[in-house]
């Protein structure tokens, strides 16, 4: 997908600020944010036993240790990760500007 080849979010990702990351500490090329989307893609085109393969997708980061990563994480070498400090903490005023006296 563009957008995760990008910036590392599409329109939803933004809205509940998390972000895709590459975990090699490089640049994400097109060519793995497709490999990405393609592994998800495999639930829609190989339906009905591809429905399967999307169940187990997003249940696989329930037991992924450390990283809780999905199948089509692990095919491209991406996490997800939080964007942006959770809405209290910025309220607060306790993020990571440092303290606002």
């Known amino acids: ?43 829609v085109i190989c339906w009905p036993i591809g429905a399967l393969f999307g169940l187990l997708d997003a249940l696989w980061c329930t037991w992924d240790q450390p990283r809780k990563q999905c199948i089509h994480d692990k095919a491209a070498f991406t996490i997800v990760v939080r964007a942006r400090a959770p809405r209290s903490e910025a309220a607060s005023g306790t993020g990571s500007e440092g303290d606002p006296s």
Do not use: C, E
């Open 1 to 43: 997908m563009p957008q995760i080849w990008y910036s590392g979010q599409t329109l939803g990702k933004r809205l509940i600020g998390i972000r895709v990351q590459f975990l090699l500490d490089q640049q994400m090329t097109f060519g793995l944010s497709m490999r990405r989307w393609w592994v998800q893609a495999l639930t």
